[in-house]
């Protein structure tokens, strides 16, 4: 292909490719919240210390199965229904339908931080095992109406096609958080006096601002289709007349149809939660038993938690944008029986993960300490980092693969491999945590993980006979990756002792950044092309 041509190739497959282009409007606005969350994390840990970080986190897992009783089934279920009465022209029954998740969410939403709210002590000192986490958890209940709100205004868009209203709302999310923080901690806080609840402010600031832009840019949305309707009206066509005089359903088919496939996704989501939660209840609990000490176990905690997991799923932004994006395409596809295409784009889709998955293997593996040292200050970060650099692989395939299995129908199959690999994660807590520490944890999670992705591509090989290449897709990709890592290490520490006035954080950056441009960009450009 010509050099010249090559931008207008790119464009045009970008405009034309709706997965595509979904995919990079939640990948950028996606790296933009991460790179927003990262820095927040990073003020967090320094202003609160470790130990209240580790609190902080210790109630996630409750604000995560709050989160599945009332925003995730609903949401996945709107944006299925919307996509397909959409694609029938029926847009008064799509709008009852978001019409019904709105409030649903919003009573779901009430009733839910109610209870927590009223039970908050209980729930920390008999489920978190963490009685300081209770002002933590009171707070937090503020912000989940607002999230279950959202969530019904993102499924609505989502089904649309518009997947820039979710980024968008997700990265203003994460300004606020960060701004939010900064203004209590300069103007209300007295300072050296900051808790894990003062840091839970921010999630419902956050949680608040994000709303309130959905809801502008759902107000915008209704005006511009009013104006749009109102001159379709005036000089009709026969596909537009029958579009717009096309009458709802009936209320009760709307209720009928939406917990016919909201109820199912929100029990296996819940059931998947809980367990999950479990599980990250227990780490601390189980880590005072090898630690004998319960700030150093809390610390640890806060370090693995809070620092070195969500780096590691930092480049997941991708695999995560593109899952959002495959699941309604796989969906359309499989219905339309359209066998061709689909195996083409589970097999783009893997390869594509395989490459992102491979890259930040190496990146951790060999840069690992050094973000630990110039990012949070912490040898534990980077040594955890290095420690977890194996399971990016398949972490990536296995949030692909799940998409793609939801996608064909195949959801329960899907809730009980998953649940089968946090069932192993747990029995390594344990068993190896009490002996070894966090790292039995790890070696936990990369057998579970190691389970999963197999188990989930056995399935769809069943499905779907994919190809990948052991040559083009794995070797090649990881030898250059290895190579080009070593040579871009060795470069920045040259560049540490020759540019001494510039920060070592900024040095990292702009290495680790051309390392990528060089090294991924070309797999990705021909794998596009193919």
Same mark, same amino acid.
């Given at each position: 292909?010509?050099?010249?041509?090559?931008?207008?190739?790119?464009?045009?497959?970008?405009?034309?490719?709706?997965?595509?282009?979904?995919?990079?409007?939640?990948?950028?606005?996606?790296?933009?919240?991460?790179?927003?969350?990262?820095?927040?994390?990073?003020?967090?840990?320094?202003?609160?210390?470790?130990?209240?970080?580790?609190?902080?986190?210790?109630?996630?897992?409750?604000?995560?199965?709050?989160?599945?009783?009332?925003?995730?089934?609903?949401?996945?279920?709107?944006?299925?229904?919307?996509?397909?009465?959409?694609?029938?022209?029926?847009?008064?029954?799509?709008?009852?339908?978001?019409?019904?998740?709105?409030?649903?969410?919003?009573?779901?939403?009430?009733?839910?931080?109610?209870?927590?709210?009223?039970?908050?002590?209980?729930?920390?000192?008999? %489920?978190?095992?963490?009685?300081?986490?209770?002002?933590?958890?009171?707070?937090?209940?503020?912000?989940?109406?607002?999230?279950?709100?959202?969530?019904?205004?993102?499924?609505?868009?989502?089904?649309?096609?518009?997947?820039?209203?979710?980024?968008?709302?997700?990265?203003?999310?994460?300004?606020?958080?960060?701004?939010?923080?900064?203004?209590?901690?300069?103007?209300?806080?007295?300072?050296?006096?900051?808790?894990?609840?003062?840091?839970?402010?921010?999630?419902?600031?956050?949680?608040?601002?994000?709303?309130?832009?959905?809801?502008?840019?759902?107000?915008?949305?209704?005006?511009?289709?009013?104006?749009?309707?109102?001159?379709?009206?005036?000089?009709?066509?026969?596909?537009?007349?029958?579009?717009?005089?096309?009458?709802?359903?009936?209320?009760?088919?709307?209720?009928? $149809?939406?917990?016919?496939?909201?109820?199912?996704?929100?029990?296996?989501?819940?059931?998947?939660?809980?367990?999950?939660?479990?599980?990250?209840?227990?780490?601390?609990?189980?880590?005072?038993?090898?630690?004998?000490?319960?700030?150093?176990?809390?610390?640890?905690?806060?370090?693995?938690?809070?620092?070195?997991?969500?780096?590691?799923?930092?480049?997941?932004?991708?695999?995560?944008?593109?899952?959002?994006?495959?699941?309604?395409?796989?969906?359309?596809?499989?219905?339309?029986?359209?066998?061709?295409?689909?195996?083409?784009?589970?097999?783009?889709?893997?390869?594509?993960?395989?490459?992102?998955?491979?890259?930040?293997?190496? %990146?951790?593996?060999?840069?690992?300490?050094?973000?630990?040292?110039?990012?949070?200050?912490?040898?534990?970060?980077?040594?955890?980092?290095?420690?977890?650099?194996?399971?990016?692989?398949?972490?990536? $395939?296995?949030?692909?693969?799940?998409?793609?299995?939801?996608?064909?129908?195949?959801?329960?199959?899907? $809730?009980?491999?998953?649940?089968?690999?946090?069932?192993?994660?747990?029995?390594?807590?344990?068993?190896?945590?009490?002996?070894?520490?966090?790292?039995?944890?790890?070696?936990?999670?990369?057998?579970?993980?190691?389970?999963?992705?197999?188990?989930?591509?056995?399935?769809?090989?069943?499905?779907?006979?994919?190809?990948?290449?052991?040559?083009?897709?794995?070797?090649?990709?990881?030898?250059?990756?290895?190579?080009?890592?070593?040579?871009?290490?060795?470069?920045?520490?040259? $560049?540490?002792?020759?540019?001494?006035?510039?920060?070592?954080?900024?040095?990292?950056?702009?290495?680790?950044?051309?390392?990528?441009?060089?090294?991924?960009?070309?797999?990705?450009?021909?794998?596009?092309?193919?």
């Amino acid at each position: 292909m010509e050099l010249k041509k090559q931008p207008l190739y790119i464009k045009n497959l970008i405009t034309k490719n709706l997965v595509i282009k979904g995919t990079l409007i939640l990948t950028v606005t996606g790296f933009a919240t991460r790179i927003l969350g990262f820095y927040n994390r990073i003020f967090l840990a320094g202003l609160i210390g470790a130990k209240e970080l580790g609190i902080y986190q210790l109630i996630f897992p409750l604000y995560m199965v709050a989160f599945s009783v009332t925003t995730f089934g609903n949401e996945l279920a709107l944006t299925k229904l919307v996509s397909e009465y959409k694609s029938r022209g029926d847009m008064a029954s799509a709008k009852a339908f978001f019409k019904a998740c709105f409030f649903i969410n919003l009573v779901l939403g009430l009733i839910v931080s109610t209870i927590m709210y009223k039970n908050a002590d209980w729930l920390c000192m008999h %489920v978190l095992n963490a009685p300081e986490c209770s002002g933590c958890l009171k707070v937090i209940c503020a912000g989940i109406p607002f999230m279950s709100m959202k969530g019904a205004i993102h499924g609505f868009f989502l089904g649309m096609e518009k997947s820039g209203v979710h980024g968008i709302s997700d990265f203003l999310e994460q300004i606020a958080k960060v701004f939010g923080l900064y203004l209590i901690a300069t103007y209300f806080c007295i300072r050296n006096h900051y808790n894990a609840s003062f840091a839970v402010w921010g999630i419902v600031i956050g949680e608040l601002v994000s709303f309130s832009y959905s809801v502008a840019a759902l107000l915008y949305h209704n005006k511009k289709t009013k104006h749009q309707k109102n001159r379709q009206m005036s000089a009709p066509s026969a596909d537009t007349a029958l579009k717009i005089t096309a009458a709802p359903i009936c209320r009760q088919k709307i209720l009928r $149809l939406f917990f016919k496939n909201s109820i199912p996704l929100t029990t296996n989501r819940l059931a998947l939660t809980v367990l999950q939660s479990i599980e990250a209840i227990m780490i601390p609990t189980v880590l005072l038993s090898y630690y004998k000490n319960s700030t150093l176990s809390l610390a640890t905690y806060g370090v693995f938690s809070g620092m070195a997991f969500p780096f590691i799923m930092f480049p997941s932004t991708i695999t995560n944008s593109l899952s959002t994006m495959l699941l309604p395409a796989v969906s359309s596809a499989s219905s339309r029986l359209n066998g061709g295409y689909l195996k083409k784009l589970c097999e783009k889709s893997l390869h594509f993960c395989l490459l992102i998955g491979l890259f930040s293997t190496t %990146v951790f593996y060999i840069f690992g300490p050094s973000i630990g040292n110039c990012l949070f200050e912490s040898k534990e970060a980077g040594h955890y980092l290095f420690q977890l650099s194996f399971l990016c692989p398949f972490i990536y $395939l296995a949030t692909t693969l799940a998409s793609i299995l939801n996608g064909l129908g195949f959801a329960t199959h899907n $809730l009980i491999l998953t649940v089968i690999s946090t069932i192993i994660r747990i029995g390594f807590i344990l068993t190896a945590v009490p002996r070894i520490g966090i790292t039995g944890y790890i070696m936990g999670l990369f057998i579970g993980y190691l389970f999963l992705t197999f188990a989930c591509l056995c399935k769809l090989q069943k499905m779907i006979p994919v190809e990948l290449q052991f040559i083009k897709s794995i070797f090649v990709p990881s030898v250059t990756f290895i190579l080009l890592g070593v040579t871009a290490f060795w470069g920045y520490r040259k $560049l540490l002792v020759s540019f001494t006035g510039i920060p070592a954080v900024i040095l990292l950056i702009a290495v680790i950044g051309i390392y990528g441009m060089i090294s991924l960009l070309p797999f990705i450009a021909e794998s596009a092309r193919r």
